[in-house]
């Protein structure tokens, strides 16, 4: 896979407030989180992409926690994309791509998301940036790209990068309702080791950005003035030495239940197994669990030779219990995932085993030499038939020429 062939600008802090955006998302569910994602604009030139701004998709998560947009959704973005050449507070710039937070799987690209890459995103040197929340608000992130063939590696990304929260808290969401504008007639200069961030004025759907910088009020401090008309209290403990230790030991309690409770698993493990038949992995699952029967759609991935695929499975398909795979390498992971109406179901298994047999062409048995002998006298007299043809063919010419010259003889004597 080819390098990308373009380089990606980007200001500071608009990374930091998509950073931000998904931070919040994975807050909103307490098992896994919520995935958001939003169009990237800017502008293109000759060898560079430059990102300048964001606005978010609407996605009413029909289909659970992950970023599956239904026919609503679709039509809103596909409006969306219409009108906004028309946006005063968008000029200058276009659609260059999209985000979208993964909470649950790794940095790449699903199914799901290839689709809708490919049908709103379609340009060449349209992108996809996906972010991957961790711990304390930071987040991995990662770039994909067209190569100049048209392929997209969807398994991993080649520009995979961190970043790190730098005082910006998410806040709540607000409704769905087109974001308040943005100014961005200059376009932002990327940011160089060791500069300080360029400064951001891009408004987010998921979050308002507050500045570290900016003291807090601390709601156990009290103002001087209080302090003075405060009277001072002889031979009783004041109230604020009892609630400062309660305080403390009430902390202390709810981080020692916090770590020592184990942690829920985010999906509910499902049997599965493996079978190799003749170059045929069967994946067989227990299609009579009562779970199953409430699920609406699942997904199966397959890595195998150095590629991943992700293939959708219908509500039928999940409850047959069973799919066929023809491997191409002797070392295949596949893992499943079924959403129903509570936490989801999932399995993974990892197939090693000799490479895949291959299909020799049988090849055809020799004529002997009477056979050759027959078809060399068929071959004589086929062309004999063959020249005599020729020669009718050419005595039927001359005779059309005679007699279109006597015919235009007879009308030049007229």
Same mark, same amino acid.
């Given at each position: 896979?080819?390098?990308?062939?373009?380089?990606?600008?980007?200001?500071?802090?608009?990374? @930091?407030?998509?950073?931000?955006?998904?931070?919040?998302?994975? @807050?909103?569910?307490?098992?896994?989180?919520? +995935?958001?994602?939003?169009?990237?604009?800017?502008?293109?030139?000759?060898?560079?992409?430059?990102? &300048?701004? /964001?606005?978010?998709?609407?996605?009413?998560?029909? %289909?659970?926690?992950?970023?599956?947009? !239904?026919?609503?959704?679709? %039509?809103?973005?596909?409006?969306?994309?219409?009108?906004?050449?028309?946006?005063?507070?968008? *000029?200058?710039? =276009?659609?260059?791509? /999209?985000?979208?937070?993964?909470? &649950?799987?790794?940095?790449?690209?699903?199914?799901?998301?290839?689709?809708?890459?490919?049908?709103?995103?379609?340009?060449? !040197?349209?992108?996809?940036?996906?972010?991957? $929340?961790?711990?304390?608000?930071?987040?991995?992130?990662?770039?994909?790209?067209?190569?100049?063939?048209?392929?997209?590696?969807?398994?991993?990304?080649?520009?995979?990068?961190?970043?790190?929260?730098?005082?910006?808290?998410?806040?709540?969401?607000?409704?769905?309702?087109?974001?308040?504008?943005?100014?961005?007639?200059?376009?932002? +200069?990327?940011?160089?080791?060791?500069?300080?961030?360029?400064?951001?004025?891009?408004?987010?759907?998921?979050?308002?950005?507050?500045?570290?910088?900016? $003291?807090?009020?601390?709601?156990?401090?009290?103002?001087?003035? %209080?302090?003075?008309?405060?009277?001072?209290?002889?031979?009783?403990?004041? /109230?604020?030495?009892?609630?400062?230790?309660?305080?403390?030991?009430?902390?202390?309690?709810?981080?020692?239940?916090?770590?020592?409770?184990?942690?829920?698993?985010? =999906?509910?493990?499902? +049997?599965?197994?493996?079978?190799?038949?003749?170059?045929?992995?069967?994946?067989?699952?227990?299609?009579?669990?009562?779970?199953?029967?409430?699920?609406?759609?699942?997904?199966?991935?397959?890595?195998?030779?150095?590629?991943?695929?992700?293939?959708?499975?219908?509500?039928? =398909?999940?409850?047959?219990?069973?799919?066929? /795979?023809?491997?191409?390498?002797?070392?295949?992971?596949?893992?499943?995932?079924?959403?129903? *109406?509570?936490?989801?179901?999932?399995?993974?298994?990892?197939?090693?085993?000799?490479?895949?047999?291959?299909?020799?062409?049988?090849?055809?048995?020799?004529?002997?030499?009477?056979?050759?002998?027959?078809?060399?006298?068929? %071959?004589? =007299?086929?062309?004999?038939?063959?020249? &005599?043809?020729?020669?009718?063919?050419?005595?039927?010419?001359?005779?059309?020429?005679?007699?279109?010259?006597?015919?235009?003889?007879? +009308?030049?004597?007229?």
């Amino acid at each position: 896979m080819p390098e990308c062939p373009f380089s990606i600008e980007y200001p500071h802090g608009l990374m @930091q407030e998509l950073r931000a955006a998904v931070a919040y998302g994975q @807050q909103a569910f307490t098992r896994g989180g919520m +995935e958001v994602g939003g169009v990237l604009f800017g502008t293109r030139s000759e060898g560079a992409l430059s990102i &300048r701004a /964001w606005r978010p998709i609407a996605c009413e998560h029909a %289909n659970g926690p992950a970023l599956l947009l !239904s026919e609503r959704d679709r %039509n809103e973005l596909k409006e969306f994309l219409e009108e906004a050449a028309t946006l005063p507070d968008l *000029a200058g710039a =276009e659609p260059v791509g /999209w985000f979208l937070s993964h909470t &649950r799987s790794e940095i790449s690209l699903r199914e799901s998301d290839l689709n809708l890459y490919r049908e709103f995103f379609p340009a060449a !040197s349209d992108i996809v940036l996906v972010l991957r $929340p961790g711990r304390h608000g930071a987040a991995r992130a990662g770039f994909f790209f067209r190569s100049p063939e048209g392929a997209i590696r969807s398994d991993h990304s080649l520009f995979e990068f961190n970043i790190e929260r730098e005082g910006v808290r998410p806040s709540m969401p607000m409704e769905r309702t087109p974001p308040p504008p943005v100014e961005i007639s200059a376009p932002h +200069e990327r940011r160089r080791r060791g500069a300080a961030p360029a400064p951001v004025d891009t408004a987010t759907a998921w979050v308002r950005t507050t500045r570290s910088d900016v $003291p807090e009020p601390d709601p156990l401090a009290t103002s001087p003035a %209080n302090d003075e008309m405060e009277p001072v209290l002889t031979g009783k403990r004041s /109230w604020r030495w009892i609630a400062l230790p309660v305080a403390a030991l009430v902390a202390i309690g709810w981080l020692y239940m916090a770590r020592t409770r184990a942690p829920e698993p985010a =999906e509910i493990p499902i +049997e599965m197994t493996i079978t190799d038949r003749g170059g045929q992995l069967v994946v067989e699952w227990d299609h009579s669990r009562p779970e199953l029967l409430r699920v609406r759609a699942g997904e199966i991935s397959v890595t195998d030779a150095g590629g991943k695929v992700s293939i959708a499975l219908t509500a039928a =398909e999940v409850q047959a219990g069973s799919f066929t /795979w023809t491997r191409k390498s002797g070392d295949v992971r596949i893992s499943l995932r079924f959403d129903g *109406a509570g936490k989801p179901l999932g399995a993974s298994a990892h197939f090693l085993g000799a490479p895949p047999p291959q299909q020799r062409p049988e090849r055809a048995a020799e004529p002997d030499s009477a056979e050759l002998d027959r078809l060399r006298k068929e %071959n004589i =007299e086929l062309r004999g038939e063959i020249d &005599r043809a020729k020669a009718r063919a050419d005595q039927a010419e001359t005779a059309v020429r005679v007699l279109r010259e006597r015919l235009d003889a007879t +009308e030049t004597k007229k």
